[in-house]
């Protein structure tokens, strides 16, 4: 089973309307990103979480809004959907040990197309 | 502030040549370095890392990458292209206190490989 899962795969939707998406992770790991992949511009953070109680915007956050419901659960929220939103979604994972070197662990992804 | 260049948004290599894939950053302080993988329609995949030890990393798939602090470059390279290479390409920073476990990508390189 994958370490890291998003749900859903693919979603379209019209503009105007909320829209959810979930990740879940059985990593054990303390903290959770959400980015958006657009061509030619590689991957933009939107939100981080470095645990349940903590919640930072990254540098696209206009427009989103994220809940941490649990160590496993990082979802990311669009209020009100508009076309520029169209793009690839990614959540990540990543350590808080001593030990750790910040590796960020990725889920497969969310194709969100906004009509 | 942290940022990465990727030099070469495609590059096309044919099957057996050399593979190399060009990433220079910068940071405020020392880097952790990454690449990762993300093959179609799928999610990004760890391929090597510099973590502050050895200046040459070896990772998965026959792929090496060398850490140049003088040329603030981090290359990543391949004796001989195979086709399962065709993929896009992502080099990214992390590192300082008040960057911490977050992410700076580049754009990314997409390479095919031609018979």
């Known amino acids: 089973d994958a370490d890291v899962t998003q749900t859903p795969r693919n979603r379209i939707t019209k503009t105007g309307k909320r829209i959810m998406l979930e990740c879940s992770q059985t990593?054990?790991?303390?903290?959770m990103y959400w980015y958006r992949q657009d061509p030619g511009l590689g991957l933009r953070l939107i939100y981080y979480s470095f645990d349940v109680k903590d919640i930072n915007k990254g540098e696209i956050s206009d427009g989103y809004s994220v809940s941490r419901q649990a160590q496993a659960k990082f979802s990311l929220s669009l209020e009100s959907a508009i076309p520029n939103q169209t793009a690839l979604y990614f959540c990540?994972?990543?350590?808080?040990?001593?030990?750790?070197?910040?590796?960020?662990?990725f889920g497969p992804g969310t194709r969100l197309t906004v009509l | 502030a942290q940022s990465v260049t990727q030099l070469g948004s495609h590059v096309s290599v044919s099957e057996g040549a050399l593979v190399l894939l060009r990433c220079n950053y910068s940071?405020?302080?020392?880097?952790?370095l990454f690449w990762y993988v993300q093959y179609p329609n799928q999610g990004l995949q760890l391929l090597l890392k510099y973590t502050s030890a050895a200046t040459l990393v070896k990772g998965i798939n026959g792929f090496e990458a060398e850490f140049k602090k003088s040329e603030t470059s981090f290359h990543l390279t391949k004796p001989s292209a195979h086709m399962s290479d065709a993929a896009e390409y992502f080099c990214?920073?992390?590192?300082?206190?008040?960057?911490?476990?977050?992410?700076?990508f580049g754009a990314g390189t997409q390479v095919v490989v031609t018979p």
């Open positions: 940071s405020s302080v020392p880097p952790y």
């Open positions: 990540a994972t990543s350590d808080l040990g001593g030990q750790s070197d910040g590796t960020q662990y």
């Open positions: 990214a920073v992390s590192g300082g206190t008040d960057s911490w476990g977050k992410f700076q």
């Open positions: 990593k054990g790991h303390d903290r």
